[in-house]
C-alpha cells in the first residue's frame, strides 16, 4: 500500500507547536495494532501536558445550539470552575457517537479495529461491548470494500459511520466516495438518500512520513453531493459528530491527528453544531484570519504577539469546508477589507485556493489589499523533523504575512 500512496506524490509536513505538543503521537502500525496499548497525555487549553485517562461525560437531556465552549488561551483552573464536564478531543468524538447510537437505532460503526480494540485512536473504545459487534463491525483492511458496504447499508436506511484508521488510506475508497456515495442521490433521480459519515485522523503528525501525513480535503472538495467538516476543538468535535450522523447527506468529518488529545470543558445538555457554519474564534478590526482544524492554534499563537504590536486580527475557524459560511466570511470582509488565510492544505487546489476564488468572486470590492494564502508547500512531507516543519505554516509567517498586509 505505502507504494500506491508513495506515486501519488500529495503529502505534506507538519509539526506540533509548543502550546500543544502531543509528545510524538504516532500512527500504529496496521498490522499490529492488536499488540499496542493506548496512551495519551492530557493537553490542556493552556499548553501543559500532563498523563490522562478515559472520562465519561454525563449525557443531557435538554438539546442547546448555541452553548459557548472554553476559550483557547483559557487557564485550566477558570476552565474547572465552568460548568459542564472536561474531556480529551477523540473522548468527545466518542461521546458524541455514543449519544447518537443510543437515540438512534440505524446509526452503527464500521472500520478496521473499531470493535473491541476501540479504533486506533480509541475513538470508539467500549462501543462494541455495549452495542454488540453488527452495530461496530471490525471489517478487514480493504477500504474500498467496507467504504462501499457502508455507502450500500445507507441506502437501505442505515447511518453508518465508516471510519478510515488514517484519512489517507480512504484514496483506495475514493471511487466509492466520488462515483457512489456523493452522486447516488442524483443518479437514482431522489430514489436514495445517503445519510453516512466517513471519518478518521489526518493531518501532519510528528515525523510520520508521507504516506501518513495527507491532508485530503482537496482532493474531496471538488466531489458533487459531499459536505466535509473539520473539527478543531473538543466542543465544536462532538457537535459536529452529532450533526453529521443526523444529516441526510454524506459527510467527510476531518480530524486531526495532533488534536486528539487537546482538552476542554464542554456543556452537559446535549448540543449540535451547524455543518454549514463558520466559527468567530477572535472578533477584531484590522483583518481577517480564515483558517480550520490545527492550523486554528498557530493563528491564535500569533495572534497573541500580533495585539502586542499594535493590530486587531479577527480570527475565524471556517470548520465548514464545503460549502463555505459566505455569510459570516462575508461580514468580516466588509468589516476589515482584509484577508489572510492559513491552511495546512496544499497551495495547489487547496481549500484556500478555493476560498481565494469565492471571496474574490463574491466582495471583492470590499477589499483594499489582495488576498493573502498561506499554505503548506507542495512537496511529499520529508521525515526529518527540521525539514517536516519548514514545509508547512508556523506562526512567524503569519506574523509577517499580517504586518506587510495591514502597511
Known amino acids: 500500500m505505502a507504494s500506491i500512496f508513495q506515486g501519488l506524490g500529495a503529502a505534506s509536513?507538519?509539526?506540533?507547536?509548543?502550546?500543544?505538543?502531543?509528545?510524538?503521537?504516532?500512527?500504529?502500525?496496521?498490522?499490529?495494532?492488536?499488540?499496542?496499548?493506548?496512551s495519551f497525555f492530557v493537553v490542556r487549553s493552556n499548553g501543559d501536558m500532563n498523563p490522562g485517562s478515559?472520562?465519561?461525560?454525563?449525557?443531557?437531556?435538554?438539546?442547546?445550539?448555541?452553548?459557548?465552549?472554553?476559550?483557547?488561551?483559557?487557564?485550566?483552573?477558570?476552565?474547572?470552575?465552568?460548568?459542564?464536564?472536561e474531556l480529551l478531543l477523540f473522548e468527545a468524538l466518542r461521546e458524541g457517537l455514543e449519544e447518537e447510537m443510543e437515540r438512534d437505532p440505524?446509526?452503527?460503526?464500521?472500520?478496521?479495529?473499531?470493535?473491541?480494540y476501540g479504533g486506533s485512536y480509541k475513538v470508539t473504545k467500549g462501543l462494541a461491548t455495549k452495542y454488540g459487534d453488527l452495530r461496530v463491525l471490525d471489517?478487514?483492511?480493504?477500504?474500498?470494500?467496507?467504504?462501499?458496504?457502508?455507502?450500500?447499508?445507507?441506502?437501505?436506511?442505515?447511518?453508518?459511520?465508516?471510519?478510515?484508521?488514517?484519512?489517507?488510506?480512504?484514496?483506495?475508497a475514493f471511487n466509492q466516495i466520488s462515483n457512489n456515495c456523493g452522486m447516488?442521490?442524483?443518479?437514482?433521480?431522489?430514489?436514495?438518500?445517503?445519510?453516512?459519515?466517513?471519518?478518521?485522523p489526518g493531518g501532519v503528525g510528528r515525523q510520520l512520513?508521507?504516506?501518513h501525513s495527507q491532508r485530503l480535503e482537496s482532493y474531496f472538495q471538488s466531489i458533487p453531493g459531499i459536505q466535509m467538516v473539520a473539527c478543531s476543538t473538543p466542543y465544536n468535535a462532538k457537535g459536529l459528530?452529532?450533526?453529521?450522523?443526523?444529516s441526510n447527506n454524506p459527510v467527510i468529518l476531518f480530524e486531526h491527528v495532533l488534536l486528539y488529545n487537546l482538552k476542554e470543558r464542554i456543556p452537559d445538555e446535549e448540543?449540535?453544531?451547524?455543518?454549514?457554519?463558520?466559527?468567530?474564534?477572535?472578533?477584531?478590526?484590522?483583518?481577517?484570519?480564515?483558517?480550520?482544524?490545527?492550523?486554528?492554534?498557530h493563528v491564535m499563537q500569533a495572534a497573541k504577539t500580533l495585539v502586542n504590536k499594535g493590530y486587531d486580527p479577527e480570527v475565524i475557524d471556517i470548520r465548514s469546508l464545503k460549502p463555505f459560511d459566505l455569510h459570516t466570511i462575508g461580514n468580516s470582509v466588509k468589516k476589515t477589507h482584509r484577508v489572510l488565510i492559513v491552511e495546512e492544505c496544499m497551495k495547489t487546489g487547496g481549500i484556500g485556493a478555493s476560498l481565494t476564488a469565492a471571496i474574490t468572486e463574491n466582495f471583492t470590492d470590499y477589499l483594499d489589499a489582495p488576498i493573502v494564502c498561506l499554505s503548506s508547500q507542495d512537496v511529499p512531507t520529508p521525515y526529518a523533523g527540521t525539514l517536516e516543519e519548514w514545509t508547512v505554516v508556523q506562526p512567524p509567517q503569519i506574523v509577517t504575512a499580517v504586518e506587510q498586509l495591514c502597511q
Open 271 to 297: 448540543y449540535i453544531c451547524n455543518l454549514e457554519e463558520a466559527e468567530m474564534v477572535r472578533p477584531g478590526e484590522h483583518l481577517t484570519i480564515l483558517t480550520y482544524s490545527r492550523m486554528r492554534y
Open 54 to 85: 478515559n472520562s465519561k461525560g454525563h449525557r443531557a437531556k435538554q438539546l442547546i445550539t448555541n452553548a459557548v465552549a472554553t476559550k483557547p488561551g483559557a487557564s485550566a483552573a477558570s476552565t474547572a470552575s465552568k460548568p459542564g464536564h
Open 241 to 246: 459528530m452529532k450533526a453529521a450522523i443526523r
Open 139 to 172: 471489517t478487514p483492511i480493504a477500504e474500498n470494500s467496507f467504504t462501499g458496504m457502508g455507502i450500500g447499508a445507507a441506502m437501505t436506511g442505515l447511518r453508518p459511520v465508516v471510519e478510515g484508521m488514517n484519512m489517507g488510506f480512504l484514496l483506495l
Open 13 to 38: 509536513g507538519f509539526t506540533a507547536s509548543k502550546s500543544l505538543d502531543s509528545n510524538k503521537l504516532l500512527l500504529p502500525s496496521r498490522r499490529s495494532l492488536s499488540e499496542r496499548k493506548a
Open 184 to 200: 447516488l442521490h442524483y443518479t437514482s433521480g431522489g430514489q436514495f438518500t445517503i445519510p453516512i459519515v466517513i471519518r478518521g
Open 106 to 116: 440505524t446509526v452503527c460503526v464500521m472500520g478496521e479495529d473499531v470493535g473491541h
Open 209 to 211: 512520513g508521507a504516506e
